[in-house]
Every structure is written in C-alpha cells, then in structure tokens.
T-cell receptor
Framework: DAGVIQSPRHEVTEMGQEVTLRCKPI?????LFWYRQTMMRGLELLIY????????DSGMPEDRFSAKMPNASFSTLKIQPSEPRDSAVYFC????????????FGEGSWLTVV | DQQVKQNSPSLSVQEGRISILNCDYT??????FLWYKKYPAEGPTFLIS?????DKNEDGRFTVFLNKSAKHLSLHIVPSQPGDSAVYFC??????????FGQGTRLTINP
C-alpha cells in the first residue's frame, strides 16, 4: 500500500514568494495532519482535518499560513508570503482513526526560504 | 508552551548496552503516550505506545515506562543495536486523534 505522499520533497524559495505544499493521505484514512519540525520545538501540530473538515487550527502560526482539504485524497498547506523563519521540514500525516492515536507520516517537504 | 518535553537533545550509547530516553509532560489530562522513531530524510514511524491505565508496556527490545505521579515516561532499548541510531520523539494525547510531540532526542549507538 502506498503511504502518505508529499510534494515537493525540497523547495527553495525567496522571501515573499508563495509556497504550496501538497499531500495525498493513505486511502481510507479519515484524519489528516500537518506538522512542522524545527530544532527548537520539535514536531509542532499546525492543523488537522477529520473527513475533510478542519478540526483544530490553533497551531497555525500566522495568517500567512492556510490549509485546505478539498477532498479525501488531497490537502494543501500554503504560506503567503513566505519568510526565512518558515524554513523547516513540513510533514503531512494521516490516520484511520481506529487504532488509538497511531498516525502515519509522509517523508516530509524540506522548505528553505532565503 | 511545551506540554511534552525531551530535555536531552542527544544520547550516545555503546552497542549492546541499554539506551534510556526520557520524556516529561505537563498536561495531567494526557491519557495515551507514544514513541516515534525517525531516520534522516524519512518521516517518523510509530514504535510503541502505552495507555495511562498501565505503567509498563513491552515489545521485544523496547519497553516504555509511565510514571503518572511524576508525569514522566521513558523508553528503554536493550540491547541497543546500530540500527537503533535515530531521532526518537515522545508524544501524548488526551482522548482525541491529536498528538503533541516533544523536541526529539538523537540516539547514537556506537560499535
């Protein structure tokens, strides 16, 4: 079975540009999560969806960040405008919601804003 | 405010010895705890978990201990193997699918 698929794997962009990260969750999973990994804070939950509906976006750092899930097989995380402090690894993860709290991560999108 | 803390950024252990990774939490409502393992350029993968009704869970070489009064959990790996070298994340939740992770501890197993 295919795991969580993220794209792009690596992105280098200039400050002020729009960045869009994409995610395809595991088929049949009802929950989708966006996490950000930094050295200082580890893995931070940005937002998560249940059945395509945003449930908790309290971790989204600023209005520059937005996330959508138009259907069960696709989600985007957008940063506009991007800033150097947004440089991090962004992980998408999904969960079937049946086995308590076990979520499955993608390989991550490495974002560098210069 | 970090609700889950891993105070040791790194740990180095000799092959064959025991590795002990520690994690502290502040939210007394957390009722489920997990450890994830992450290799470079890969996403974290689930390793082992424990419910708050237990104080120990074992899976092969991996054992997780939970001390609710101290709000502390630990992961023991014995014997440690070179393939165990990775970053280990502690995570916790309070009844929902949402997981709160710590900062991670980089474990290096030396031959």
């Amino acid at each position: 079975d295919a795991g969580v698929i993220q794209s792009p794997r690596h992105e280098v962009t200039e400050m002020g540009q729009e960045v869009t990260l994409r995610c395809k969750p595991i088929s049949g999973h009802d929950y989708l999560f966006w996490y950000r990994q930094t050295m200082m804070r580890g893995l931070e939950l940005l937002i998560y969806f249940n059945n395509n509906v945003p449930i908790d976006d309290s971790g989204m750092p600023e209005d520059r960040f937005s996330a959508k899930m138009p259907n069960a097989s696709f989600s985007t995380l957008k940063i506009q405008p991007s800033e150097p402090r947004d440089s991090a690894v962004y992980f998408c993860a999904s969960s079937p919601g049946t086995r308590r709290n076990t979520i499955y991560f993608g390989e991550g999108s490495w974002l560098t804003v210069v | 405010d970090q609700q889950v803390k891993q105070n040791s950024p790194s740990l180095s252990v000799q092959e064959g010895r025991i590795s002990i990774l520690n994690c502290d939490y502040t939210n007394s409502m957390f009722d489920y705890f997990l450890w994830y393992k992450k290799y470079p350029a890969e996403g974290p993968t689930f390793l082992i978990s424990i419910s708050s009704i237990k104080d120990k869970n074992e899976d092969g070489r991996f054992t997780v201990f939970l001390n609710k009064s101290a709000k502390h959990l630990s992961l023991h790996i014995v014997p440690s193997q070179p393939g165990d070298s990775a970053v280990y994340f502690c995570a916790a939740s309070e009844g929902a699918q949402k997981l709160v992770f710590g900062q991670g501890t980089r474990l290096t197993i030396n031959p």
